[in-house]
């Protein structure tokens, strides 16, 4: 599990398919090698595309917003809704260089850290720092929630348990966002923080945050209820909410 997306380029539909493979750039190395490993003997080429530029296009507050945005860009190799939830937007790729503002007319460019703080208050993950190798399990990640699973497919590794555990409905434990009073020590809050009820139990673990915004695996029998991390011997509290652009019941 890592967190990748992949996009089709629309072309003649008699053309070979184009997809691009949009990934957290520390494991870009890792993931190309894996690929080959699967190719076998099939006609595909796989390399990084260091003259594209990626962006994520994120709607404003004002209504209307969403219906301002082009449909096509001359400019714009790909132009098309984030296919994980409709409040992180478009994503947008581009030929590195290219004009925003002529693409997108009236958008404002910003940086990375309003991109993750806003991602982080919808609690969404990417990347490896949010959703580990080895350790993030899809259900848990709430990738069902974000088209990220197929039940009616397969096969990949885990697909039974997978299946099987979403059809039961018994989900302990999922990521969340959360936010932490201001200002947090300079240090920040560290990654894998274990995160305690105010009795002293367990409930779940810190991911990874931009500011006093963050993710967290908890427990959802805890979700509700006063949480805090240990920092230096000193108690922080922290505040965990469930998103509102999940399906209905999704926290039971």
């Known amino acids: ?42 006609k595909v080429s796989i390399a990084p595309c260091p003259d594209l530029s990626l962006w994520a296009v994120i709607p404003g507050e004002q209504p209307g917003d969403a219906s301002s945005l082009p449909k096509c860009a001359d400019q714009a190799l790909l132009l098309t809704p984030d296919p994980r939830a409709e409040v992180m937007g478009w994503r ?7 004009n925003l503002s002529e693409i997108i007319p009236g958008s404002q460019v910003g940086d990375v850290q309003d991109y993750h703080r806003h991602r982080y208050k919808q609690g969404i993950p990417e990347g490896v720092k949010d959703l580990p190798p080895g350790v993030a399990l899809p259900l848990e990640s709430n990738l069902a929630f974000m088209n990220g699973i197929s039940f009616t497919k397969g096969c990949y590794i885990g697909q039974e348990l997978t299946a099987r555990t979403h059809h039961m409905g ?17 240090a920040g809050v560290p990654e894998g923080a274990e995160i305690l009820t105010e009795s002293g139990k367990r409930a779940g673990k810190f991911r ?14 805890h ?8 920092l230096g011997g000193d108690k922080v509290k922290l505040h965990a909410s469930t998103p509102q652009w999940w399906p209905e019941g999704a926290a039971k």
């Open 170 to 186: 018994v989900i302990r434990k999922r990521l969340l966002p959360v936010r932490f009073p201001a200002p947090l020590p300079s």
């Open 223 to 230: 979700v509700h209820e006063p949480l805090c991390v240990s």
């Open 92 to 98: 947008l790729i581009a030929k590195k260089g290219a």
């Open 1 to 42: 599990l890592r967190g990748v997306t992949l996009f089709r380029l629309h072309g003649s539909t008699a053309e070979e398919p184009h997809i691009l493979l949009e990934c957290d750039s520390s494991v870009l190395d890792s993931i190309q090698k894996h690929l080959k490993l699967y190719k076998i003997r099939r």
């Open 208 to 221: 990874a945050g931009e500011g006093e915004l963050g993710i967290a695996l908890l427990r959802l029998a």
